[in-house]
């Protein structure tokens, strides 16, 4: 579901920011060679926009990279190169009692494995969401005042 959450976030960003940029490119063709003052603060605000909303996702995205990513990615490798390990004693079993419990020490790696590696993912959706959130709400509110103001 949290990747489901992304795509519809990144169609509706989209979206949003196709009808922004058809707005004021209307706006720069019909200000011409002398824009008007309202004109000449809406230009500026668009640089001051995209910096800001760049740099809160920079900031959420290495947020959310440092309190969770690194942690899950150390603990998917280790996961995983457990059950390499019981993989490899469950071939080089040489009695039955061993092949067992080999073979039950490997179900419950992999196991092990199979849950870090979505958690992973999960953390590697939030880390998206995070990044989105603001240019999502940027663009959603312009295409909302914009349309305002041209209607």
């Known amino acids: 579901m949290l990747w489901a959450d992304v795509a519809l976030t990144t169609q509706e960003l989209l979206l949003y920011s196709g009808s922004v940029i058809g707005m004021r490119s209307e706006r720069i063709v019909r200000a011409g060679l002398s824009p008007s003052p309202e004109d000449l603060a809406e230009f500026q605000l668009m640089g001051h926009e995209k910096l800001a909303a760049a740099s809160e996702s920079g ?7 440092h309190t969770t990513q690194y942690t899950l990615v150390n603990r998917a490798v280790k996961d995983w190169l457990g059950s390499a390990v019981a993989l490899f004693s469950l071939a080089t079993s040489t009695s039955a009692d061993q092949a067992k419990s080999h073979a039950e ?23 998206v969401q995070r990044g989105l959130r603001p240019i999502h709400a940027k663009a959603t509110s312009n295409a909302r005042r914009l349309s305002a103001t041209s209607a």
């Open 59 to 65: 900031a959420a995205i290495a947020n959310q990279l």
């Open 105 to 127: 020490a490997f179900g419950t790696a992999a196991v092990r494995s199979a849950a870090s590696v979505t958690q992973l993912s999960s953390a590697g959706a939030r880390i």
